[in-house]
């Protein structure tokens, strides 16, 4: 079975400048999840989708992030204007469902550096 | 405020050396606790969920289990193959996202 597909691996960009990272969530995954994780610490949820609706983004810096998962497969995470701090490695993650007894699963993640 | 605890915050162990991992929670109604191994440059792999107090689960040389308000990861004669670092997570019933603790990097030494 094929595991959750992110890319690219690795962006480095300028302050101010735009990017996007795009996900494939596992065949038949309803729910995909966007995280966020600065070194030395964990993943942080940035936006939870079921299906193509957003289910938590309580956390995702509306003012310059966004997220959209067109057809309820694919994903793409962007950042518009990019700031320093925005430099983390980005994960995508999959599940079943939205449950407990639903393991999430992560892709290799992106690693972003904002110069 | 849902919160979760790990430490030590690194651990480096001989070859063998048997030791325990910490996870510490505070969440309003438990829905699952999670354990996973992030290797560098890769992204979190799944290892156990725990449920409710008093569960255990094992894997190989590792083996979890949960109290109320803290659950451990132990490590039982390591090898130099279990360097990594250990993830734990839970999953509260009000919110249903993962809060994640900031991890224990285990280093084994042959």
């Known amino acids: 079975e094929a595991g959750v597909a992110q890319s690219p691996r690795y962006k480095i960009i300028e302050k101010r400048q735009s990017v996007a990272f795009w996900c494939n969530p596992i065949s038949g995954h309803a729910t995909l999840y966007w995280y966020q994780q600065i070194l030395g610490q964990g993943p942080k949820l940035l936006i939870q989708?079921?299906?193509?609706?957003?289910?938590?983004d309580s956390q995702l810096p509306k003012d310059r992030f966004s997220a959209e998962r067109l057809k309820g497969v694919d994903s793409t995470l962007k950042i518009q204007p990019a700031k320093l701090e925005d430099s983390a490695v980005y994960l995508c993650?999959?599940?079943?469902?939205?449950?407990?007894?639903?393991?999430?699963?992560f892709g290799p993640g992106t690693r972003l550096t904002v110069l | 405020e849902d919160q979760v605890t790990q430490s030590p915050e690194a651990l480096r162990l001989q070859e063998g050396e048997s030791s325990s991992l910490n996870c510490s929670y505070t969440v309003s109604g438990l829905r699952g606790l999670f354990w996973y191994r992030q290797d560098p440059g890769k992204g979190p792999e799944f290892l156990f969920t725990?449920?409710?107090a008093g569960e255990e689960k094992e894997k190989e040389r590792l083996k979890a289990t949960l109290t109320k308000k803290e659950s451990f990861l132990h490590i039982t004669a390591p090898k130099p193959e279990d360097s990594a670092t250990y993830l734990c997570?839970?999953?509260?019933?009000?919110?249903?996202?993962?809060?994640f603790g900031q991890g224990t990097t285990l280093q084994v030494k042959p």
């Open positions: 989708f079921q299906n193509n609706g957003v289910v938590d």
């Open positions: 993650a999959s599940s079943f469902g939205p449950s407990a007894t639903d393991t999430q699963y």
């Open positions: 997570a839970v999953q509260a019933s009000n919110t249903g996202k993962l809060i």
């Open positions: 725990l449920y409710s």
